[in-house]
C-alpha cells in the first residue's frame, strides 16, 4: 500500500491561512486528519514528483519498542472503551504526525478492513510486530478478550523496556570508563611525554627512568604506527563482525565466551531467562499449547546458547521427556529456574510456576542490576586510576631526578 501526497490550504482555529502537504491512503483520510488538526478546509490537491516516491523508502524497522508499547496502550484504552478495532486503528492513524507510522497504521487498517484478523494483520508486519506479540493476540482473539490481550502485552513489553534499560546502563558507563582511560592514555602518550624529552636533551648526564622511557617509546610507537594499528584493529573488528553475522559456529562461541565473563555474563543470562520466564508466563497462563508456547519463544530470542536449549525443551517434549531436562542440563541456566519449573511439572500446573517465576525475576531485576553496578564499576574506575597513576608517576619521576641534579 502506498501513501498518496496531497497538498492543502487551510485556515486554523485562529483564522491563519495554512499551506501545507500530507501523506494519507485517500482524500478522505486527508480531510479526517486535517480535522483533528482544527482545521477548515479550503482546497486539497493531489500530487506526484520523483522526491515523493524516493521519501516513501525507509530502512530498518519503523516502530522502536517504546512506540510499540505507546501504540498497544493507546490501542488497548480504546478496545476497552468499546470502541471496535477497524476504527481504533484509523483514530490511531488520524493522530500521528510521523508520515511512515500513519502508513503502517493505516495498512493494518486496510488489512483487518479487508477481513483479515488484526493478529494476520500484525503477521505481514514481522520488522515492527514481535512474534511473541502476534501469537498472544491471536489468544486474545480466540478467547475473545483482546483489550486486555493487548494492555497485558503493553506491560509486558514495557517491562522488558525497563529491564533492558537497567542492563545497558549497567554496563554502558564501565564502558565509558574505560574508552576514557584509554583515550587520556594514549593522549599523553602522544602529546605529554615528547616534552619530557626535549626537556632532558639539555642535560647531557641525565638519564630517564625505566617507567618514563617505556612510556616514551610507546608513544613513539603509536606516532608512527597509528593508521596501521588504526587499519589492523578495524580488519579485526570488521572480520569479528562478519563471521559473528554469517558463521554459526563462531557465533556460538563467542557468545558463550560473552556468557562466561564474570559480571557481564550474569547480566546477559538474567536478561535472557526473564525474556524466557515472561514469555511462557503470558502464554502458558493463557491456554497456549507448550509446544507452541516454546517455538513461539525459539523464533524471537537472538542468543543462540537460549534457543539451543528451547529447541533441546521441544526435543525432549516430543520424545517423552519432562519439560525441565534441558534447563537442569545447562550452566546457563539459574538452578531456581530450573527446581521451579520441575516442580510445576510435579504438580501438572506449570503455567501458576512460570507466572511465580516471571514475578519473581522482575522483582529482583532491579536489585540485580544494582548489584552488578556496584561490582563493575569500583573494578573499571581501580583500573582508570591505576593507568593515570602510573602515567603521572612516571612524568613526575624525571622531575625529581632532575630537581636532585640540580
Not at 516442580?343 to 507466572?355: A, F, H, N, R, V
Request: proline share 4%.
Amino acid at each position: 500500500m502506498k501513501l498518496r501526497n496531497f497538498k492543502y490550504t487551510a485556515t486554523n482555529k485562529d483564522g491563519k491561512t495554512i499551506n501545507g502537504k500530507i501523506e494519507a491512503l485517500n482524500r478522505d483520510i486527508c480531510k479526517k486528519y486535517l480535522e483533528t488538526k482544527n482545521y477548515k478546509i479550503i482546497k486539497i490537491k493531489e500530487y506526484r514528483n520523483i522526491f515523493t516516491s524516493i521519501n516513501n523508502i525507509t530502512i530498518g524497522p519503523l516502530l522502536k519498542q517504546k512506540e510499540l508499547v505507546f501504540f498497544l496502550k493507546q490501542l488497548g484504552s480504546l478496545l476497552k472503551s468499546g470502541v471496535n478495532i477497524l476504527s481504533a486503528l484509523e483514530l490511531l492513524a488520524l493522530q500521528k504526525d510521523s508520515k511512515n507510522l500513519r502508513k503502517l497504521y493505516f495498512e493494518l487498517y486496510q488489512e483487518v478492513y479487508n477481513g483479515h484478523s488484526f493478529s494476520k494483520a500484525l503477521g505481514k508486519k514481522p520488522k515492527e510486530f514481535p512474534k511473541l506479540l502476534i501469537r498472544m493476540i491471536e489468544v486474545g482473539e480466540i478467547s475473545g478478550d483482546l483489550p486486555n490481550m493487548v494492555m497485558q502485552m503493553a506491560d509486558y513489553y514495557e517491562k522488558q523496556i525497563e529491564i533492558a534499560n537497567g542492563i545497558k546502563g549497567a554496563i554502558r558507563m564501565p564502558l565509558v570508563y574505560f574508552i576514557a582511560a584509554i583515550l587520556v592514555a594514549v593522549g599523553m602518550l602522544l602529546f605529554v611525554f615528547p616534552n619530557i624529552t626535549v626537556l632532558f636533551a639539555s642535560f647531557e648526564d641525565a638519564t630517564l627512568p625505566p617507567i618514563t622511557q617505556f612510556f616514551l617509546d610507546a608513544g613513539v610507537f603509536f606516532e608512527n604506527y597509528i593508521f596501521h594499528i588504526i587499519i589492523i584493529l578495524s580488519i579485526i573488528i570488521l572480520t569479528t563482525y562478519l563471521l559473528n553475522k554469517y558463521y554459526f559456529k563462531f557465533h556460538d562461541f563467542l557468545t558463550r565466551f560473552i556468557l562466561k565473563i564474570p559480571l557481564i555474563g550474569k547480566l546477559i543470562q538474567m536478561h535472557n531467562q526473564i525474556m524466557i520466564a515472561n514469555a511462557l508466563s503470558q502464554m502458558l497462563s493463557n491456554g497456549v499449547n507448550p509446544q507452541y508456547a516454546l517455538k513461539t519463544i525459539h523464533g524471537f530470542l537472538k542468543n543462540s546458547v537460549y534457543k539451543n536449549i528451547i529447541q533441546n525443551t521441544l526435543d525432549y517434549i516430543e520424545d517423552g521427556k519432562p519439560f525441565a531436562k534441558a534447563f537442569e542440563e545447562s550452566s546457563y541456566i539459574d538452578p531456581i529456574m530450573s527446581k521451579m519449573i520441575a516442580t510445576g511439572e510435579q504438580t501438572s500446573d506449570i503455567p501458576k510456576l512460570m507466572k511465580n517465576l516471571a514475578k519473581y525475576y522482575n522483582g529482583i531485576s532491579d536489585l540485580r542490576v544494582a548489584q552488578l553496578k556496584g561490582a563493575i564499576q569500583p573494578i573499571l574506575l581501580l583500573f582508570v586510576y591505576t593507568i593515570i597513576g602510573i602515567m603521572i608517576l612516571a612524568i613526575m619521576l624525571p622531575m625529581i631526578s632532575l630537581g636532585g641534579q640540580i
